[in-house]
């Protein structure tokens, strides 16, 4: 079964988050890209607090894992982000698309 991943980001905001999907080729206004292998749903945004929050759907830790040392952990760097988030992995009893 599929994992999520919940990523809590201090001092992080909109701005570096677009210059990390634009040094991975990511639109994140469209959607179109060169989204990595394994990923089955992203999303993120600020929450109440002001943390930035990135949560995915991965179809395995090792594909994350995978991504992170091929293009994201560069992408980050080079984004201005380097602090670690706080890392929360959740393995999934179900997960589902309503409607899709």
């Known amino acids: 079964m599929a994992e999520a991943l919940i990523l809590e980001f201090d001092g992080v905001g909109p701005e570096e ?5 634009k040094i991975l080729g990511i639109d994140m206004h469209s959607g179109a890209g060169d ?13 109440d607090d002001g943390t ?7 179809s395995s830790r090792d594909a994350q894992a995978a991504f992170m040392e091929s293009r994201l952990g560069a992408a980050l760097a080079e984004g ?3 602090s670690a988030p706080d890392v929360k992995w959740v393995p999934l009893v179900a997960h589902h698309t309503p409607g899709g």
């Open 17 to 21: 988050y677009e210059a990390v999907n």
């Open 35 to 47: 989204w990595p292998e394994g990923l089955v749903m992203h999303a993120a945004g600020v929450s």
């Open 52 to 58: 930035f929050v990135v949560t995915e759907v991965w």
């Open 80 to 82: 201005g982000i380097s």
